[in-house]
């Protein structure tokens, strides 16, 4: 009985059951061929932050008797886990300013989840204040980039912060232009890498004056920085 009921059943499929299922099968194959596998940091010379940036320039020195910044280890674990390399160092100038300076570089910045972690989101995680100042010009003399400016409180410290990101070394901020940047390369089958590059004065939280005096200080120390650095390296950190 249930070898006839078998025999005489119709086994013929709807078109749009085999349509459905060849559209699946080509998103599948699509997906495959679309995952980005290419790692451009693969094609240029690897980074070595120490070496690359350099200790003194234009009578500004290293002082490596200064601790830089004091980090949660909880959030230290997920830094180091999430860049290949990174760098801290405290800057004094010839007058004796001083300015911190920290770099995170990452082979990987295609996705939200593997770019570098904005400011903001870090330095709230140790308890600051952050006020967003805005976006304004870098001049770097060989040419100019687009820098985040904020504003950054905890107890009695206050600490004027500049930053930017750079994907395969094109400058570019986070938010949307960053997005577009990880999109564009990722349908191309490629994994961009870049850089954070971020650097602070320290300031009492009672101090008066402008900000204007804080980043104007760290526009010339980020000046002479680039100066510093042969092309090829520079555009790493300063895009091009």
Known sequence: ?????????DWRVSPLVWVAAVL????????????PSHFLADDKPPVALETMVPTSFSGWQVDPSQAVLLVDPNLKKAIDALYTQTL????????????????????????????AHR????????GFVVRRVGVSP?????????????????????????????????????GWQ???KQLRYGLQGKIVDGMLVRVSTLRGLR????LDGDFALQNRFLKDMSAAMPPDVRARFFGR
């Not at 801290?88 to 770019?115: C, D, H, K, M």
């Not at 930053?163 to 400058?171: G, K």
């Open 178 to 180: 960053r997005k577009v």
């Open 207 to 210: 101090e008066g004056g402008a």
């Open 24 to 35: 699946m099968a080509l998103a599948a194959w699509a997906g495959l061929r679309m995952t």
């Open 138 to 174: 870098l001049d770097l003399g060989t040419h100019q980039i687009q820098a985040v400016r904020l504003d950054a409180f905890s107890g009695e410290r206050r600490e004027p912060i500049s930053y930017w990101v750079t994907l395969n070394d094109e400058p570019a901020l986070p």
């Open 1 to 9: 009985m249930w070898t006839d009921a078998i025999k005489h059943a």
């Open 119 to 126: 400011p903001e989101f870090c330095y709230s995680a140790q």
């Open 88 to 115: 801290s160092r405290l800057y004094v100038g010839p007058s004796g300013e001083r300015v911190l300076l920290s770099i995170a570089y990452g082979r990987n910045q295609n996705s939200e989840s593997t770019a």
